[in-house]
């Protein structure tokens, strides 16, 4: 629907009605993601963080469906997808707290209906799967969106999560970045047919959509959607994008991946071509653009500033986050450990 050159085309099945409010919202909410996403970089490097799963070049991919949600929708975040979060509308720092290391999680997913963050590759689209059983029974009018990527649909998870939502005709989205690498492994070492088409094989519906698109994105999600509340089932959308750094700040991807590769990907900058867009109709004028680049750069400052001053929790908090109500044997744990760290304290005084 957005041509590289930010040219403006219409689809016969998916289309979309558009104004330049709503145009300089997407290009506001990637911009910001990218100032985010490359503050959580930096600080990674500075020491600050754990680690940082960058989102690079993913900005349309996530930007885009994620404004296709209602406010009643429910998202079922991976690790990576830090432009959804801030769409709902989750306080960033609350993305840094867990990479920082201190909190588990960091939300409540009832907040923003936006579920935490999972490491473990692919299970997510379970939890997603599950929940999305339950709107389904219970007749509620709204629908569920999960996202992974293309390394997870060779994932066990992943292959139940489709079968069960399939048979179950649960309404869920699922929503695959291929971003063409699972850490070091082409996207055709994971598939030897689109992913898209996998869809087909669990008895549901697929579809490939440019992931660098944030207006495509938006469209063909709303439309999976509006298509899962209607009570016709899942749907696979395969966002076809490219990640521009590494998987992680753990990784080195000039390992196994051509400069010419990524020099190709970045000729279609799902940004630059929303601003081209923008440019050629006239309707992102040059104090526009700077406040987005300001208000961006305050929010990484903010994040920054509260990162670095961050304190480090009590040990003693990791027992309360196991059950809801307490639990006996957690709380005589805990009262084993405190004792243990009081020991050290006394042997100081001693």
Request: charged share 25%; proline share 5%.
């Given at each position: 629907?957005?041509?590289?050159?930010?040219?403006?085309?219409?689809?016969?099945?998916?289309?979309l009605?558009?104004?330049?409010?709503?145009?300089?919202t997407?290009y506001?909410?990637?911009?910001?993601?990218?100032?985010?996403?490359?503050e959580?970089v930096?600080?990674?490097?500075?020491?600050?963080?754990?680690?940082?799963?960058?989102?690079?070049?993913?900005?349309?991919?996530?930007?885009?469906?994620?404004?296709a949600?209602?406010e009643?929708?429910?998202?079922f975040?991976?690790?990576?997808?830090?432009?959804?979060?801030?769409?709902r509308?989750?306080d960033?720092?609350?993305?840094?707290?867990?990479?920082?290391?201190v909190t588990?999680?960091?939300?409540?997913?009832?907040?923003?209906?936006f579920?935490?963050?999972?490491?473990?590759?692919?299970?997510?689209?379970?939890?997603?799967?599950?929940?999305?059983?339950?709107?389904?029974?219970d007749?509620?009018?709204?629908?569920?969106?999960?996202?992974?990527?293309?390394g997870?649909?060779?994932?066990?998870?992943?292959?139940?999560?489709?079968?069960?939502a399939?048979?179950?005709?649960?309404p869920?989205?699922?929503?695959?970045?291929?971003?063409?690498?699972?850490?070091?492994?082409?996207?055709?070492?994971?598939?030897?047919?689109?992913?898209?088409?996998?869809?087909a094989?669990?008895?549901?519906?697929?579809?490939?959509?440019?992931?660098?698109?944030?207006?495509?994105?938006?469209?063909?999600?709303?439309?999976?959607?509006?298509?899962?509340?209607?009570?016709?089932?899942?749907?696979?959308?395969?966002?076809?994008?490219?990640?521009?750094?590494?998987?992680?700040?753990?990784?080195?991807?000039?390992?196994?991946?051509?400069?010419?590769?990524?020099?190709?990907?970045?000729?279609?900058?799902?940004?630059?071509?929303l601003?081209?867009?923008?440019?050629?109709?006239g309707?992102?004028?040059?104090?526009f653009?700077?406040?987005?680049?300001?208000?961006?750069?305050?929010?990484?400052?903010?994040?920054r500033?509260?990162?670095?001053?961050?304190?480090?929790?009590?040990?003693?908090?990791?027992?309360?986050?196991?059950y809801?109500g307490?639990?006996?044997?957690?709380?005589?744990?805990?009262?084993?450990?405190l004792d243990?760290?009081?020991?050290?304290?006394d042997a100081?005084?001693?």
């Open positions: 629907m957005l041509t590289p050159e930010g040219e403006r085309v219409h689809h016969p099945r998916y289309d009605e558009t104004d330049p409010e709503l145009l300089r997407l506001s909410a990637m911009v910001t993601a990218r100032r985010v996403d490359a959580g930096t600080l990674q490097r500075q020491g600050e963080l754990c680690l940082w799963p960058s989102l690079l070049g993913q900005e349309a991919a996530q930007v885009g469906s994620a404004y949600l209602r009643d929708d429910h998202a975040p991976s690790y990576r997808d830090h432009a959804v979060a801030l769409v509308d989750v960033p720092l609350r993305l840094f707290r867990m990479f920082r290391g588990h999680g960091g939300w409540d997913p009832a907040e923003r209906n579920h935490l963050y999972t490491l473990v590759i692919g299970a997510q689209t379970l939890h997603a799967t599950g929940y999305a059983m339950g709107v389904g029974y007749g509620a009018d709204t629908a569920v969106i999960v996202y992974f990527g293309d997870a649909t060779s994932q066990g998870d992943v292959n139940e999560a489709f079968n069960f399939a048979v179950y005709n649960a869920v989205v699922f929503f695959c970045q291929n971003n063409q690498w699972a850490i070091s492994e082409r996207v055709d070492r994971q598939s030897r047919v689109p992913l898209y088409r996998r869809a094989g669990f008895g549901f519906t697929g579809v490939r959509v440019d992931g660098n698109d944030v207006l495509a994105c938006l469209a063909v999600t709303r439309a999976a959607l509006d298509r899962a509340r209607r009570g016709e089932g899942p749907m696979l959308v395969e966002a076809f994008t490219y990640r521009m750094g590494a998987h992680t700040t753990a990784d080195d991807p000039t390992r196994y991946r051509d400069a010419a590769e990524v020099e190709e990907w970045a000729r279609r900058d799902p940004i630059a071509r601003r081209t867009h923008l440019d050629k109709n309707w992102a004028d040059p104090d653009l700077d406040e987005v680049e300001e208000r961006s750069e305050r929010l990484a400052v903010r994040i500033d509260s990162v670095r001053s961050m304190p480090d929790p009590p040990l003693s908090e990791f027992f309360g986050a196991t809801a307490g639990h006996p044997l957690v709380d005589e744990e805990r009262d084993g450990f243990y760290q009081a020991s050290f304290l100081e005084v001693s």
